[in-house]
């Protein structure tokens, strides 16, 4: 019954994550291990490591994410075209003005006579000029070179007032945790770094467009772009100033240092939020999965540990109760599964074994009696005929008594023996053919007619060899010790599909009815008043157990002349095995 007011007093056995047992059969030990149990890192090896390889995937992802950098990438490449096409626009600024300068103009009593205007050169007071009223938004030095490399004129120091635009947003994301984590990444991004080879830019924005000029004055358009010494990202564009097809000079823009770390950092903490999410909500998902694991495992320890201790006498003694958690549809489900069944079959095995010891008490017991009664006769004893009966019955209990132990020590090593034997491939129906032919000798001293209806061809099967031939050994001796004259036993088999049937017949008195169920019980013996004594009841009990552990099936039942009418005499008993091949 599920338990919904969640108590765990000490009338409550635990069987699963939510099931108790409402009856006062419940193991305390294991109640109050539970009870006292909660989601402990530092006591579960399993919860510690569900969790550490849940985050370690986590932290490789983002590390991943954060090391091949995607936006960095893209914003690298967005720059570089923005900041290419700011330079061009700038260069065609100084190209129109040389080119409006140099437009032709009508010479005072020429009539329809045009004269060019004299082009005004690259100056360094006309580049001042054009470059005050040249305002870059998002800053950036513009340094315009004539044709000879020289410098004209910066832009430096030149402010001029932006006028604001609406809509546009600033990029504030960063939290103290994303701070924390994104300096880290930094130190570590750095210390990478440092061991690469490559030299930064240099910090002089003229010295390093300085650089690019020979391609550029070829009519070439160059970008530069790294970090410089101070560790700031840095772009250079440089573009030559055409004017009638030769360029006069060039136009250097060079971006400020950090904007595109700036750019990065504000994305690269906006990973690193969701990473702390990530990594709560892995953290809270791992302790879900930790308990849904590491406790049903802690309780099906806890009962084995709580067995372990009663074997050595710290605990009271009683049953070990396996939690059922076999309703889980995984392999702890699997796992409870088998060691109830695993419990259950040892406990079955120690009370067969208890009622073994029994029953051999018991059957040792009344060739016991009957001994002490002849031994105590036989001193008052004066007749010698009395005397010679009482050895009689003294010398068959002993015979008695001595197949008895015999049988029971065979069927007491009997598993052990099943277990450590190697099974080996054999020839089944030469095995029987070997042992009708010395049985099938016995039965013709005793007038039994003895048939043999076995196939031709040979029948392979794995298993104990020597074990099999026991089985058959007794179910033919059985027949004999019910057959008389003229009575007959027949074996005979059969091949079905995989399965093989052996099947031994006689035409004996058959099996009471009363008596069908019974017969393959331990000391179970029903027997003529002629055989009392002669047999310990363990045979076709040993036979079972030898015919079940190979995968087999034995059962007995009469042949009768009709299986319409079951109230008839029946005209013999029939043993069957069925054993696979």
Request: proline share 4%; hydrophobic share 45%; with cysteine.
């Amino acid at each position: 019954m599920r338990d919904t007011q969640a108590s765990h007093d000490g009338a409550d056995v635990v069987l699963g994550e939510d099931w108790v047992d409402p009856q006062s059969n419940a193991d305390s030990a294991l109640l109050d291990r539970r009870s006292r149990r909660k989601i402990s890192i530092n006591r579960s090896p399993l919860a510690r490591k569900i969790i550490t390889f849940n985050l370690l995937g986590l932290v490789v992802l983002v590390a991943g994410v954060l090391y091949l950098n995607p936006v960095r990438d893209s914003l690298v490449a967005q720059r570089e075209r923005a900041m290419v096409a700011t330079a061009e626009l700038v260069a065609e600024v100084f190209e129109v003005h040389q080119t409006l300068s140099a437009t032709p103009a009508g010479t005072p009593g020429d009539g329809d006579t045009d004269t060019p205007a004299p082009a005004v050169g690259l100056t360094p007071e006309l580049v001042r000029v054009i470059l005050s009223e040249t305002g870059i938004r998002d800053g950036g030095e513009i340094t315009v070179f004539d044709g000879a490399g020289n410098v004209l004129a910066t832009n430096e120091g030149m402010e001029r007032a932006q006028p604001e635009v609406l809509g546009l947003k600033g990029d504030e994301r960063s939290t103290i945790i994303t701070d924390f984590l994104s300096n880290i990444w930094e130190a570590v991004a750095g210390l990478i770094a440092a061991r690469t080879n490559d030299a930064p830019i240099p910090v002089d924005n003229v010295a390093l467009a300085t650089e690019l000029l020979p391609d550029v004055y070829e009519g070439n358009t160059r970008i530069m772009g790294g970090q410089d010494a101070t560790g700031a990202t840095r772009f250079t564009v440089v573009t030559p100033i055409t004017i009638a097809g030769e360029v006069q000079g060039a136009v250097a823009l060079t971006s400020v240092g950090g904007e595109l770390d700036a750019l990065v950092r504000a994305e690269r903490e906006q990973v690193l939020q969701m990473f702390v999410i990530a990594i709560l909500v892995s953290i809270g998902l791992s302790l879900v999965l930790a308990s849904t694991i590491a406790n049903p495992l802690a309780d099906l320890a806890a009962a084995a540990e709580i067995g372990r201790d009663r074997n050595n006498g710290q605990v009271n003694a009683g049953r070990v109760r396996i939690p059922d958690l076999s309703g889980r549809p995984d392999e702890i489900g699997r796992l409870s599964k088998a060691l109830r069944g695993m419990v259950a079959a040892l406990y079955d095995r120690i009370d067969a074994n208890e009622q073994f010891a029994a029953d051999v008490a018991h059957e040792i017991k009344n060739p016991l009696a009957s001994l002490r009664s002849a031994v105590g006769t036989l001193r008052v004893a004066k007749k010698e005929e009395q005397r010679d009966r009482l050895l009689d019955v003294i010398d068959h209990d002993v015979r008695r008594l001595d197949r008895l132990v015999s049988d029971i020590s065979n069927a007491s090593r009997l598993d052990s023996e099943l277990v450590k034997e190697e099974e080996e491939s054999f020839d089944l129906l030469k095995m029987i053919r070997n042992l009708t032919e010395y049985l099938g000798g016995e039965a013709q001293s005793k007038g039994v007619d003895f048939i043999s209806d076995l196939p031709a061809d040979p029948i392979v099967i794995s298993g104990l060899e020597a074990r099999l031939a026991q089985v058959f050994v007794n179910l033919i001796t059985n027949a004999l010790s019910f057959c008389e004259e003229g009575d007959a036993i027949r074996v005979w088999a059969r091949h079905r599909d995989n399965r093989v049937l052996v099947v031994v017949e006689d035409t004996g008195p058959g099996i009471p009815e009363e008596a069908l169920t019974k017969i393959f019980n331990r000391f179970y013996s029903e027997r003529p008043e002629g055989q009392f004594g002669n047999n310990s009841g363990l045979g076709l009990a040993i036979s079972k157990q030898i015919v079940e552990a190979h995968g087999g099936v034995i059962w007995a039942e009469n042949i009768r002349p009709t299986d319409a009418d079951i109230t008839s005499e029946p005209l013999g008993a029939r043993f069957v095995v069925g054993l696979p091949t």
